[in-house]
């Protein structure tokens, strides 16, 4: 990943300036939203890492397993509010694309944003 090449996530950004900047820390999500969006693309970038850390303790699996046959190759955020967001993300799995729709939760935790769960359609 490059981090001058345009963020995964669709905001239009470079990577370093949009979602890359939370997945090394250097800020924390402010709204569901942008915790949302930097969450998808770190799946898209492969960090698994920021995808735990941002899983709040109640919900998040043990451990989290790349899946190396999965490329993330878009996100639309389609509504949202203070504490959820739905989205359509797309993918392809072995060459064959396909979409995943979400209506996603969040609560803060700690002052930060945290993914709880989410309902797929
Ligand atoms: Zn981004």
Excluded: I
């Excluded at 979400?102 to 609560?107: G, I, K, N, T, V």
Aim: aromatic share 10%.
């Amino acid at each position: 990943m490059l981090l001058q090449q345009p963020c995964p996530c669709g905001s239009g950004a470079t990577y370093d300036a949009c979602c890359g900047r939370m997945h090394r820390g250097a800020v924390a999500a402010a709204t569901a939203e942008e915790l949302m969006r930097s969450r998808y693309a770190a799946y898209a970038v492969g960090d698994l890492d920021y995808v735990f850390r941002t899983w709040h303790p109640r919900t998040r699996p043990d451990d989290l397993a790349p899946d190396p046959g999965l490329t993330w190759t878009g996100l639309r955020v389609t509504d949202a509010g203070a504490d959820w967001v739905e989205f359509v993300a797309s993918f392809t799995r072995a060459g064959a694309p396909g979409e995943l729709r979400e209506h996603s939760r969040f609560e803060r935790r700690a002052g930060r944003w945290m993914y709880v769960d989410g309902d797929v359609d």
